[in-house]
T-cell receptor
Framework: AQKVTQAQTEISVVEKEDVTLDCVYETRDTTYYLFWYKQPPSGELVFLIRRNSFDEQNEISGRYSWNFQKSTSSFNFTITASQVVDSAVYFCALRIEANFGNEKLTFGTGTRLTIIP | EAGVAQSPRYKIIEKRQSVAFWCNPISGHATLYWYQQILGQGPKLLIQFQNNGVVDDSQLPKDRFSAERLKGVDSTLKIQPAKLEDSAVYLC????????????FGNGTRLTVT
C-alpha cells in the first residue's frame, strides 16, 4: 500500500523568509510519480510539480524548488522569499505505475502554510 | 482551456436527505475522479472512471453513494441518504489517460449535513 506523510500540520513564517515543506512517501513499487498541489482558500487544488521515480534532479521554478531524495523517500518543497499569496494548504501526493485502473493518487494530510505580512 | 466545472458550489441538507453533485471535466480528458475531502484531511478517492467505465470504486460507500458518467463526459455523484459524517468538500478531477498526467481539479462542492 502507498502512504504519504506530511508531518508538519501548520507552519507560519514572516514574509520574505524561506520555508521548506516536508514530504515522506512509502511504496514498494519502483516506478512512481510524486506531485505537489496547492490549495488556496478558494478550495481548488492547483498542480505545482510532477516528478517520476527515475529522475532525482532537483528542480527550480522561480521561487519554488523541490528536493527529491530516493535514499530517504522524501520529496521536499522549498519556497524562497515567501509572499502572502503563498498562504495555502500544500499537499504532497504519490501515484504508482501499477496495473491499469490502479493508478490512483494518494494524498498526504497537507501542510497549512501562513505567511505573515 | 476551460477547467473542471462543478456545481453546486455549496449545499446544506439535513441528514437522511438526498443530494447530487455534477462535474464537467476538461475536454478530451478520458479519466474522471471524485474525491472526498473532510476538513483537515487530504482528499480521498471515492471513484475513478475511465471514459464511462468504473475502474476503481473500492472506497465508495456503495450503500449510500452512487456515481455515473454517461457518455464518458459529465458525471454525477449522489448521496442517499446523507449522514452527518458526509459533511465534506467533494472534488472532481480529470486527467489524460497516462500515468504521468497531473490531475486537474474543480473548485469542489462544500456539503454540510445538519
Amino acid at each position: 500500500a502507498q502512504k504519504v506523510t506530511q508531518a508538519q500540520t501548520e507552519i507560519s513564517v514572516v514574509e520574505k523568509e524561506d520555508v521548506t515543506l516536508d514530504c515522506v512517501y512509502e511504496t514498494r513499487d519502483t516506478t512512481y510519480y510524486l506531485f505537489w498541489y496547492k490549495q488556496p482558500p478558494s478550495g481548488e487544488l492547483v498542480f505545482l510539480i510532477r516528478r517520476n521515480s527515475f529522475d532525482e534532479q532537483n528542480e527550480i521554478s522561480g521561487r519554488y524548488s523541490w528536493n527529491f531524495q530516493k535514499s530517504t523517500s522524501s520529496f521536499n518543497f522549498t519556497i524562497t522569499a515567501s509572499q502572502v499569496v503563498d498562504s495555502a494548504v500544500y499537499f504532497c501526493a504519490l501515484r504508482i505505475e501499477a496495473n491499469f485502473g490502479n493508478e490512483k493518487l494518494t494524498f498526504g494530510t497537507g501542510t497549512r502554510l501562513t505567511i505573515i505580512p | 482551456e476551460a477547467g473542471v466545472a462543478q456545481s453546486p458550489r455549496y449545499k446544506i441538507i439535513e441528514k437522511r436527505q438526498s443530494v447530487a453533485f455534477w462535474c464537467n471535466p476538461i475536454s478530451g480528458h478520458a479519466t474522471l475522479y471524485w474525491y472526498q475531502q473532510i476538513l483537515g484531511q487530504g482528499p480521498k478517492l471515492l471513484i475513478q472512471f475511465q471514459n464511462n467505465g468504473v475502474v476503481d470504486d473500492s472506497q465508495l460507500p456503495k450503500d449510500r453513494f452512487s456515481a455515473e458518467r454517461l457518455k464518458g463526459v459529465d458525471s454525477t455523484l449522489k448521496i442517499q441518504p446523507a449522514k452527518l459524517e458526509d459533511s465534506a468538500v467533494y472534488l472532481c478531477a480529470s486527467s489524460r489517460q497516462d500515468y504521468n498526467s497531473p490531475l486537474h481539479f474543480g473548485n469542489g462542492t462544500r456539503l454540510t449535513v445538519t
